[in-house]
């Protein structure tokens, strides 16, 4: 795991913990445990991201958020400034209620999604509360089961690499958490300071990239210009030969899928968002980095990918010339 500045990135997988001061009970009955949750809501509505996983245990909390245009630390700072607020009036309490700042890791979506999900609804059977994890009330293992609302958990996006139908894939979901019991502690998933990279090791580098330290030669020549939809279209369809229709619709082509790349790669060095991308392109946040991280990571072994990217970014840097 590698430690990097400031990890803030759209679309980005965070595993998130926030622990009680030196340890002790943030939740002391029901109602602190739905003021939470209301919370979590709140900011959910307010600042939107996808929260796949939620386990709020007496003392700590784990959350899997992944980001959107809003940043988690802001999405935390609301979220824990107003718990702290209601746990001290209601308890007639002084001070800090919780320690320090939560901690925050990136983690690899295809890698981990699926593992944190598990990690984390587990907690309650690791620490001998409960024998199953659908006997805790408060993760978001009961959801995921169809035992209560989904309210405020994006469950489907896991759910559907479990099966087709959602009765199949609850079922194996199922199967799939408690086969996790053997596992234990996995302390990769939870003892990070702030800023804490959980990938493989292309993962991190193509990470690095995303936050600003790229090779002289991968950056655009204007990169000050506003970034421009109309004239990365242009340059994808010229270089490629492709039409906008099929660059950006649902073919997984491995030809066209090569151009979406190309086409996610320039965008963003050319000052495009994860969320600009994604409402240009059709494809959602998530696999707009996913695909971002692997064509990165590849680009070094695959030439035919290098230079497609070149030769996109030269001609998107004629068109913007021109104007």
Not at 19 to 38: E, S, T, V
Not at 231 to 249: D, P, T
Not at 252 to 275: P, R, Y
Request: charged share 25%; aromatic share 8%.
């Amino acid at each position: 795991m590698a430690r990097l500045p400031r990890l803030e990135l759209e679309g980005g997988l965070y595993h998130v913990i926030t622990r009680g001061n030196n340890r002790q009970r943030i939740f002391h009955d029901p109602a602190d445990y739905q003021k939470f949750l209301a919370l979590l809501k709140n900011q959910k509505q307010r600042l939107p991201f996808f929260l796949y996983a939620y386990c709020l245990m007496s003392n700590h909390v784990h959350l899997l958020i992944e980001r959107q245009a809003d940043a988690v630390g802001r999405i935390m700072h609301r979220m824990l400034t107003g718990y702290s607020q209601y746990y001290n009036r209601k308890h007639q309490k002084v001070g800090h209620v919780l320690q320090g700042r939560h901690q925050s890791i990136l983690c690899q979506t295809d890698q981990y999604l699926s593992e944190l999900v598990r990690y984390i609804h587990l907690n309650p059977v690791r620490a001998k509360m409960v024998s199953r994890p659908e006997q805790y009330e408060f993760s978001s293992h009961r959801a995921y089961l169809g035992l209560e609302s989904s309210e405020i958990v994006d469950a489907d996006s896991v759910l559907r690499h479990f099966g087709a139908k959602k009765q199949i894939a609850r079922k194996h979901f199922a199967q799939f958490v408690m086969a996790g019991k053997k596992i234990g502690h996995r302390k990769e998933f939870y003892q990070a300071t702030e800023q804490r990279v959980l990938g493989t090791e292309e993962f991190v580098d193509a990470t690095i990239h995303r936050i600003g330290h790229r090779p002289r030669e991968r950056q655009l020549l204007r990169p000050t210009c506003p970034f421009n939809s109309e004239a990365l279209f242009a340059a994808v369809g010229q270089i490629s030969g492709f039409r906008r229709s099929e660059f950006c619709g649902p073919s997984k082509n491995g030809a066209i899928v090569k151009v979406k790349e190309g086409l996610i790669i320039v965008g963003m060095e050319a000052g495009a968002s994860v969320t600009r991308l994604s409402q240009i392109t059709n494809m959602s946040t998530s696999t707009i980095s996913r695909r971002h991280d692997a064509a990165r990571s590849r680009m070094r072994e695959h030439h035919e990918l290098d230079k497609l990217v070149r030769d996109i970014r030269r001609e998107y840097e004629r068109r913007i010339s021109r104007e």
